[in-house]
């Protein structure tokens, strides 16, 4: 311990600009100067701490070993003498003070009775900035309505007299035990919601055998969410593939040597899509750090989304299969497959599994919803005798907000289906308890469901039981959703100055 350096908040001080930036990350120091160019969120946020402590600003948008992984060490300078640096007192403001009102005001858990209701709470109580990421789709967010508008084109064909008095949901995904048909998708940034992040789907997954899905963009690290397991229970990676190789392989060994189950590769975003509601809430404010960075091209616009993932790699290609192949042995699916000629290519590529998915409506607006996909992509692959298959399973995701949504998509032919944002709100409203609450329901719903469809268990679940003749006619009437839209936050224009 008497190698390590001790330093004082004013001599972190000093070192304020461009020039010479240091900052404070979890009681330790960090020269940061170098890495201010290379930052995906651009500097200027950096150099808004620059001196000073930069913890809370960096936790919710990072997993906490980014910092020591990206700087090289001789950049990592010591730790901090707390008892020397000046205590800033936070002003709440006005959106504080009315968020933590909102979060004594929450209605019992009891009283939350379907994936809409957490969706209402959670834009009361999480902050602003964390709203717009989470919710935003990308352009005039047409496919993320219309994911939830496909599954209200599919209409059961009930069978009758049959004896239901005992019902089966669970199932098997990738070989892996689940108690429900489906599983917990990967979305990133847990901690902008809530203080404890990912941990939150990881505990109450554990406690109800549900697979949880890691995101590679999670505010939790790897390590700490599997370090959090318990009961056995099962993981998904999900990768978003780095520019740099050697990065993913290492991570992809990593997660299979920790027990991952399987690798979800995400195929759909070579670049992100225009979240304008996330580039509104702009990750940096207009007024921080003007003065050092007068006369840059400085993109202070682009939102949370665009700050954190800069590096994707756009040039993965089918020529890249082979090579995951090759550095592990868990299944590979590929996620956001969009087309029966792909879902083909992907099964001739030797993978395990596809996900048919527009990532949740926030890439390519107006992309057809996965349950559309699901259909062309059964009889694509049947008329070439490559499905069913039971070592290629396929996956949707998007719009899920009913188990009645989820049986839909059996019927159709998929073996499970990731829900991702309706267990996201579930912990940014209500923590573990909220997504324990979320399982229940989801739970309550199948047994409910599968009782008056005439399905005892998954496996009689069968193309017969639904009618998806209009699935693909975009403009045949529906009933409406009143819960969803009563939930669904229209985009906003732009707005002129104030005082204008």
Known sequence: MSDIRVLTGPEVAEHNSRESCWIIVHGKVYDVTDFLDEHPGGSRIILKYAGKDATEAYEPIH??????????????????????????????????????????????????????DFEVVAKAVIPEK???????????????????????????????????????????????????????SATALGKLGHPEGELCLTRAAANHGVIQMIATLASCSFDDIVDAQANDQTFFLQLYVNRDREITKK???????????????????PQLGRREKDMRMK???????????????????????????????????????????????????????????????????????IVLSNHGGRQLDTARSGLEVLVEVTAALKARGYWPDPKFEIFVDGGVRRASDVLKALALGAKAVGVGR???????????????????????????????????????????????????????????DNLFQATYQPLQITKLKAGL
């Not at 496909?150 to 892996?176: E, H, K, M, N, Y």
């Not at 590096?311 to 590929?334: A, E, G, H, V």
């Not at 409203?429 to 229940?440: H, T």
């Open 422 to 480: 309706a267990f996201l709100y579930a912990f940014c409203a209500y923590g573990q308890e909220g997504v324990e609450r979320a399982i229940q329901i989801f739970r309550d719903e199948f047994e409910m469901n599968m009782r008056l469809l005439g399905a005892r268990t998954i496996d009689d679940l069968v193309p017969e039981m639904v009618d998806a003749s209009a699935l693909n006619q975009h403009i045949v009437m529906v009933p409406q």
């Open 63 to 116: 997993p906490p070993d980014a910092i020591t992984t990206n700087l090289p060490v001789e950049k990592h300078l010591g730790v901090i003498d707390a008892s020397t640096v000046a205590k800033v007192v936070k002003e709440v403001t006005e959106e504080e003070k009315a968020r933590q009102a909102a979060w004594a005001a929450r209605p019992p858990l009891d009283n939350v009775l379907n994936m809409h």
């Open 251 to 269: 991570y992809v060994q990593h997660a299979e040597a920790r027990g991952v189950k399987g690798l979800f590769i995400t195929v759909d975003a």
């Open 130 to 184: 964390a709203w717009a990421y989470y919710s935003s789709a990308s352009d005039d967010e047409i496919t993320i309505r219309e994911n939830r508008t496909a599954f209200q084109r599919v209409w059961f064909r009930p069978r009758i007299l049959r004896d239901v008095s005992t019902v089966d949901w669970s199932t098997t995904i990738l070989g892996q035990k689940s108690s429900l048909p489906l599983y917990i």
């Open 283 to 353: 990750q940096v404010d207009d007024s921080a750090g003007a003065e050092v960075q007068k006369g840059q091209d400085v993109k202070k616009d682009q939102g949370v989304a665009r700050a954190i993932s800069s590096f994707i790699d756009p040039s993965l290609s089918w020529k890249d299969i082979p090579w995951f192949r090759s550095i592990t042995k868990m299944p590979i699916i590929l996620k956001g497959i969009a087309t029966a000629e792909d879902a083909v290519l992907a099964y001739e590529a030797g993978v395990q599994g």
